[in-house]
């Protein structure tokens, strides 16, 4: 394996390299270069030499390379769902969707290339006024494990197609899904400089790209501590940051609910991909009334999962993505018994692969219900009535997602517009993402939205431009 730098595979300038391994097995997948300061520094001039060229393109030519790269992941998807699987223990079903879901990202992304567009605005002087949009330059985007192939994608593609250059630095976890990445682009022939893959820890190569003065903007997908670290660097650079945190991503279910539908949404939003998802449904919120039948079905539910080699279709739960988190997750699990909850089932592991795990009579003051539990354990919690189950929800410092299950809908929209955070799904879980819509959250959650006319946003800056139409007369 190489990294991809100026349109050219290399090593890393110390010549030391790391291992990657599949977390269901434990096998080696790859030998990937470890990157430092010096490829992170060569990796921006390279983008920085080729950001004019590209951004001088007309949007017609780089929506072009868009149009070659659909071609090229229809042909190629395969291999990317076997990384995926490989990797960072996706289960098949959950790896074809990435990349489903990324060929409608780069739709999008081509539609939103001729969308670009400033607006004309009132001169009290009588000039004629208007704004444009232009490129930031260079972006770093900064890629997590748990959707690696749709996330970095969604940051690159945006950024791409508005005439920025990019600096791509994937998961220590997942590296070769990066260089993946790196092969789609090469095969379609992007210029050289234009996208760059960088492989390596990010304490050495994520920060010197944050830092490095020719780099505009960071978007970043990780946790709250990162993202923190990344603001904090950015901002004596005064730089342009896009931040996706994660969440504590309630699902509440009201006594009127639809209890099927509501135990369908709530075993897809709390165990799709191992609940490894930042808007995975991570508290479940039940109005007391149908508590007890609810938890009933939905452990029943859980307790049919089937957990086993991610490779195979019929398997639900695949592995956690390494062991320091499988032991985060199982301490969490472990303070709330300590603290009284009551597990239903689930609690135990072999190697990585974590039971499926419910537990009951959580309390606020459990680590279950107050940090993001990345991996497949849920807490229920029950409240007296929906005014008391959006209090518990609000009482996070995350505010990423939510879902309401109900038939009242008026009364899911009031609750949506007190819920403190960046995405409301009534009558779904909390998991859900279009490539259009606006991405992104509140309070611990993040800074900024991703997707469609969003990106935009956030990868232009806006000019202003006047023209002066008859000779001015100046007070001096």
């Not at 899904?177 to 234009?194: D, Q, R, S, T, Y």
């Not at 959250?441 to 993040?446: F, Q, R």
């Not at 000019?463 to 007070?475: A, E, G, L, M, N």
């Amino acid at each position: 394996m190489k990294m991809f730098i100026g349109g050219e595979w290399v090593d890393s300038s110390s010549g030391e390299t790391f291992e990657d391994h599949n977390p269901f097995d434990g096998s080696l997948f790859a030998v990937v270069p470890k990157g430092d300061e010096r490829d992170a520094a060569r990796a921006i001039e390279a983008a920085h030499r080729a950001k004019d060229r590209w951004a001088d393109l007309a949007p017609a030519e780089r929506i072009q390379y868009l149009f070659k790269l659909l071609e090229v992941l229809e042909r190629r998807g395969d291999e990317v769902v076997e990384v995926l699987v490989k990797e960072s223990g996706s289960v098949v079903k959950k790896a074809g969707f990435e990349v489903f879901f990324t060929k409608g990202m780069i739709q999008d992304a081509i539609a939103e290339a001729k969308r670009v567009s400033g607006e004309t605005l009132v001169s009290d002087v009588g000039k004629f006024s208007f704004y444009i949009r232009q490129p930031v330059g260079v972006v770093v985007a900064i890629s997590p494990w748990n959707f690696p192939f749709l996330l970095s994608m969604k940051k690159v593609l945006y950024a791409l197609v508005l005439g920025n250059t990019v600096v791509l630095k994937p998961s220590s976890d997942t590296p070769v899904v990066g260089i993946k990445i790196a092969e789609l682009f090469e095969e379609v022939g992007l210029p050289p400089g234009v996208l760059n893959v960088v492989t390596g820890p990010g304490s050495a190569v994520g920060e010197a790209l944050v830092t490095h003065p020719k780099v505009s903007h960071i978007t970043l997908t990780g946790d709250a501590a990162t993202g923190r670290r990344v603001a904090e660097l950015a901002a004596r650079g005064l730089k342009g940051v896009t931040l996706e945190l994660g969440g504590n991503d309630p699902l509440i279910v009201l006594e009127d609910a639809d209890l099927e539908q509501a135990v369908d949404a709530a075993v897809f939003g709390a165990f799709f991909h191992q609940g490894q998802i930042c808007m995975s449904s991570k508290r479940i919120i039940l109005e007391k009334g149908i508590a007890e039948e609810f938890t009933s079905r939905f452990v029943q539910r859980v307790k049919g999962l089937k957990v086993g080699d991610p490779s195979s279709p019929e398997t639900d739960i695949g592995p956690v993505i390494n062991q320091a988190q499988l032991l985060e997750v199982h301490d969490q699990v472990t303070d709330a018994l300590n603290k009284g909850a009551k597990l239903l089932c689930g609690g135990t592991y072999n190697g990585l692969l974590y039971e499926p795990t419910v537990l009951t009579d959580v309390t606020e003051e459990m680590r279950i219900f107050k940090e993001e539990v990345f991996g497949p354990a849920r807490p229920i919690i029950v409240a007296e009535d929906a005014d008391q189950a959006v209090r518990i929800a609000n009482n996070s410092i995350y505010g990423l997602s939510a879902g309401i299950i109900t038939r009242d809908v008026p009364k899911a929209i009031e609750m949506a517009k007190r819920l403190e955070c960046g995405m409301v799904h009534i009558n779904d879980s909390s998991v859900h993402d279009e490539p259009h819509a606006p991405f992104g959250g509140v309070k611990s959650s993040g800074i900024g939205r991703e997707g469609g006319k969003f990106s935009m946003a956030e990868l232009t800056e806006i000019k202003w431009v006047t023209i002066q139409p008859f000779r001015r007369h100046y007070p001096i």
